[in-house]
């Protein structure tokens, strides 16, 4: 069965400091890959996605995720993180033949000033 | 703001009760999409509607009931409800509901259930 890993339930890093998420799928191929940012209170947004191509997708906000197919990998990236990017990160799937979106658990993100 | 919105904001109600939860998609989107969000559970996809058609079921109850109607807002029916059913309901719409599509989240209905 199609599952997401998130491995981290919690991070906290400085501002200004760069971030990694990370994120594992077990899938028999290449899914489309999501990543959406829940804020606090409120609902998710699409961050950047994955279905082809590049391996290395630039998304709003100044993230930044790269597939890995050899490791079903797709980690979310951040080279100098704002206090205002302190909330939850949601990897997510999709099987390239179905539309059911599976989640990962999330990764809460803490901004130290 | 993402132009999906969901009404009621908060509901709180006893076990056994029913509630209907209503979302309205962005104007042209024609799949919507109900999730639940728990702590024990994380976000869970229940069912998604493409143009009033089911077009998708995840872990959607027996207890739970959906539509999506010819003005494209959907209602989400929970019934005989128990404590465990207590969370944050989802609504999301997308253009043409296909799984590239991206999904455009409302800012949900927290439900209590006492």
């Known amino acids: 069965a199609q599952s997401v890993t998130q491995p981290d339930i919690h991070i906290t890093v400085s501002e200004g400091a760069s971030l990694e998420l990370r994120c594992n799928y077990s899938y028999g191929a290449t899914p489309y890959l999501f990543w959406y940012v829940q804020s606090p209170g409120q609902g998710l947004q699409l961050l950047l996605k994955?279905?082809?191509?590049?391996?290395l997708v630039q998304g709003i906000k100044g993230f930044e995720a790269e597939f890995k197919r050899s490791q079903s990998s797709f980690n979310l990236r951040k080279p100098s993180v704002h206090w205002s990017d302190a909330a939850e990160y949601f990897c997510a799937v999709v099987n390239t033949g179905g539309f059911k979106t599976i989640f990962g658990a999330g990764t809460r993100l803490f901004v130290k000033a | 703001d993402s132009g999906v919105t969901q009404t009621p904001k908060h509901l709180i109600t006893a076990t056994g009760q029913r509630v209907t939860l209503r979302c309205s998609p962005r104007s042209g989107d024609l799949s919507v999409y109900w999730y639940q969000q728990s702590l024990d559970q994380g976000l869970q996809f229940l069912i998604q509607y493409y143009n009033g058609e089911e077009r998708a079921k995840g872990n959607i109850l027996e207890r739970f009931s959906a539509q999506q109607f010819p003005d494209l807002h959907s209602e989400l029916n929970l019934s005989s409800l128990e404590l465990g059913d207590s969370a944050l309901y989802f609504c999301?719409?997308?253009?043409?509901?296909?799984?590239?599509?991206?999904?455009?989240f409302g800012p949900g209905t927290r439900l209590t259930v006492t």
């Open positions: 994955y279905f082809s191509g590049d391996t």
């Open positions: 999301a719409s997308s253009v043409d509901g296909g799984p590239h599509d991206e999904q455009y």
